[in-house]
């Protein structure tokens, strides 16, 4: 079965730290680049950080920048979401997704609760 497992989500204090772990399971991540968005209750979901397949080009949403690291290991088919100074703001489901543009194939996790609060 091909799918994206996301975990590392939880309840943490504001100025906390998380790190989300997306796998992929059953293809290879080498060539897809990813990508995490989150959706909080009453919004559309948002862009939050991506990077490409060898990692050599990251990409984070203003409201994120500075504070969040996206990071990959192809060798474990693994990709980090690392969250530092977490905000009340930063509540949201967080979804991996991973995009292959030559062969049009995507697929996304099934998403990871994170909340920040007091």
């Known amino acids: 079965q091909l799918q994206l497992v996301e975990s590392g989500g939880g309840l943490v204090q504001p100025g906390g730290s998380l790190r989300l772990s997306c796998e992929a399971s059953?293809?290879?991540?080498?060539?897809?680049?990813i990508g995490w968005f989150r959706q909080a209750p009453g919004k559309e979901r948002e862009g939050v950080s991506c990077i490409t397949t060898r990692g050599s080009t990251t990409n984070y949403a203003d409201s994120v920048w500075g504070r969040f690291t996206i990071s990959r290991d192809n060798a474990k088919n693994t990709v980090w979401l690392q969250m530092n100074s977490l905000k009340p703001e930063d509540t949201a489901v967080y979804y991996c997704?991973?995009?292959?543009?030559?062969?049009?194939?995507?697929?996304w996790g099934q998403g990871t609760q994170v909340t920040v609060s007091s």
């Open positions: 997704y991973a995009g292959h543009s030559g062969l049009g194939l995507d697929y």
């Open positions: 059953g293809f290879t991540m080498d060539y897809y680049a």
